[in-house]
């Protein structure tokens, strides 16, 4: 278990690290490459910039001029984007203190518990990345395939797929970190119950500890008694 924790964690946090990639990148979006070969200028968009480069390897970028006139879409990309950083960044530093390889969290029934908290927010990272990397590349695709739409048309950029990626590597990591706990749990449950028998019989009273005692007699007597003929016998 605490190996499949590890690689669980170590999924977590490659997830973490693409979504972070992918919501500073400024290629959500960009023209295609094919059709400006006579300007050699392309357009590149994220969430956060506006950018155009050319074939020399120039690229210049500037923010969007205002937050009150931007599209619903991208704002709630943006929104998406931020909570699957945050859930993920708190994922990480659960995971890391439900882990059974660290020496902190308490016990392990408590352990096992900060465990499944940080892949529930894993889970919850990777659904937030892959509804907005989702959201924005259904907008790009409505407008290119649309023919009734009439302004620059934008094609998939490289950070919707890092987003992607990030998205079922934090999904996989947190769903790995639930399945991982169910072995705490019995072996939790396990041990109460041998202190719960331990402890109903413990709590007889004195009458019925020496009956109890008085019923193994018996059979401590015939061991003896066999043991006896045995000696006897080989006399």
Known sequence: MSGLQILAFLCGVAGL???????????????????????????????????????????HCRPHHTILQLEGYLIACRALMISAVILGFFGSI????????????G?????????????????????????????????????F????????????????FIGWGGSVLCILGGTMLCFSIAGSFTKV??????????????????????SVNQRLTPDNSTSSRIQHFDKNVYV
């Open 107 to 143: 016990s392990d029934k408590n352990k096992a518990r900060i465990a499944c908290f940080a892949g529930v927010h894993f889970i919850l990272s990777g659904l937030c990345s892959l509804s907005s990397c989702s959201i924005y590349a259904h907008r790009i695709t409505s407008e």
């Open 189 to 210: 449950n396990y041990i109460y119950r041998g202190a719960a028998s331990h402890s109903r019989i413990s709590s007889y009273p004195k009458g019925q500890a020496k």
């Open 17 to 59: 690290g693409a979504t972070i990639g992918a919501t500073v990148s400024n290629e959500w979006r960009a023209t295609s490459r094919a059709s400006s070969v006579i300007t050699a200028t392309w357009v590149l968009q994220g969430l956060w910039n506006n950018c155009a480069g050319n074939a020399i390897g120039s690229l």
């Open 94 to 105: 659960f995971a890391l203190v439900g882990m059974k390889c660290t020496k902190i969290g």
């Open 145 to 160: 395939f649309d023919p009734m739409f009439i302004a620059q048309k934008y094609e998939l950029g490289a950070a919707l």
